[in-house]
């Protein structure tokens, strides 16, 4: 007699339903941390269009009474300035990043010397409510994030690193003695006050010019997530870069407190990843006027500071690499 009975249902269904199930809630945790990480740019393009559709009211009422050529030259310093950012903010990118963080928070220093003016509260509310929520919005790890990963190279995953501390703290404060140069200089100009206003302008174009290049520097410090290995891009702490092979990783853990691996974050503040290699790997500090050649250190384990830690150490074991 032939056996004619229907195949039973294989054991592994279940769990391949659990598996697909499993599949799924990933895929659905993916997207909605995709969606969540892009909420910071929207907010950023949506603030910094109402900066100039509320905001430029703001400034019309300012400089309403004052000659011609402050109007012009008003109106055409920040309608660059908001054109440039606004094209950054479309086009994401590593100096797009640099150029949004240079030259978004002028909004507030605009927002300054147009309360000065003795405009109306109301008036003002319009200029400096998106100027802030913008200037959040572009400071925030994940546009920081979008941005940086925007122009990387092949299968690579660029994550941002803080900002040290000293070295953060001295660009801040650069950024804010340069920033009322390029603001005034150019409006004293127009108003006839030739000298303090020529001065101003050199020194806000100068150093500009100078200065940029400096800044620039902040955007491209990341910890590289590469299929060979990690990398640590860094040239505002390090001289020349950090290469670890895959065949070299221990593995990625956060940073306990009494760890001796070697500091590379700056230091930054905030947890700190550390990178424990079986093999030597050596490097050289950035150069300065104490150490013109800099100080090369040979470690088995260094820190690092992402912003995002956890997505760091997410991304790390998704590329196979030991995560403790």
């Known amino acids: 007699m032939v056996d004619v009975t229907p195949p039973s249902t294989p054991d592994a269904t279940p769990d391949a339903t659990l598996t697909g199930t499993s599949t799924v809630s990933r895929?659905?945790?993916s997207t909605r941390e995709l969606v969540m990480s892009s909420v910071p740019i929207w907010v950023a393009r949506l603030a910094w269009l109402l900066v100039a559709v509320l905001g430029g009211t703001a400034l019309e009422v300012a400089v309403a009474e004052r000659s011609t050529a402050v109007r012009w030259v008003a109106a055409v310093g920040c309608w660059s300035a908001w054109g440039v950012?606004?094209?950054?903010?479309?086009?994401?990118?590593v100096r797009s990043l640099t150029a949004a963080r240079l030259l978004a928070p002028l909004s507030l220093v605009v927002s300054l010397v147009v309360a000065v003016t003795g405009i109306a509260a109301t008036d003002l509310a319009q200029l400096v409510l998106p100027a802030v929520v913008a200037c959040a919005a572009i400071f925030t790890s994940a546009v920081g994030r979008q941005f940086v990963q925007a122009s990387s190279y092949g299968d690579?995953?660029?994550?941002?690193?803080?900002f040290?501390?000293?070295?953060?703290?001295?660009?801040?404060?650069?950024?804010?003695?340069?920033?009322?140069?390029?603001v005034l200089g150019p409006v004293l100009l127009a108003a006839?006050?030739?000298?303090?206003?020529?001065?101003?302008?050199?020194i806000g174009v100068v150093g500009g010019v100078l200065l940029t290049p400096r800044w620039h520097r902040f955007s491209r410090r990341w910890l590289v997530l590469v299929p060979a290995g990690l990398v640590v891009h860094d040239p505002v702490v390090l001289a020349d870069t950090v290469m670890v092979r895959s065949?070299?990783?221990?593995?990625?853990?956060?940073?306990?407190?009494?760890?001796?691996?070697?500091d590379l974050t700056g230091p930054a503040s905030g947890y700190a990843i550390e990178v424990q290699t079986s093999e030597t790997v050596t490097t050289v500090?950035?150069?300065?006027?104490?150490?013109?050649?800099?100080r090369a250190i040979h470690m088995t384990g260094f820190l690092v500071s992402p912003s995002r830690p956890g997505e760091a150490l997410r991304s790390a074991a998704a590329r196979g690499i030991p995560v403790n």
């Open 27 to 29: 895929n659905s945790a």
């Open 85 to 93: 950012v606004m094209a950054a903010l479309a086009i994401p990118a």
């Open 192 to 202: 006839q006050n030739r000298v303090s206003g020529a001065i101003l302008t050199v």
């Open 285 to 294: 500090f950035a150069f300065t006027p104490q150490e013109p050649n800099g």
């Open 247 to 262: 065949n070299q990783l221990v593995g990625l853990r956060l940073a306990p407190a009494g760890t001796e691996a070697a």
């Open 156 to 162: 690579e995953e660029r994550l941002p690193l803080r």
């Open 164 to 182: 040290p501390l000293a070295a953060g703290s001295a660009a801040i404060i650069t950024w804010a003695l340069w920033a009322p140069t390029i």
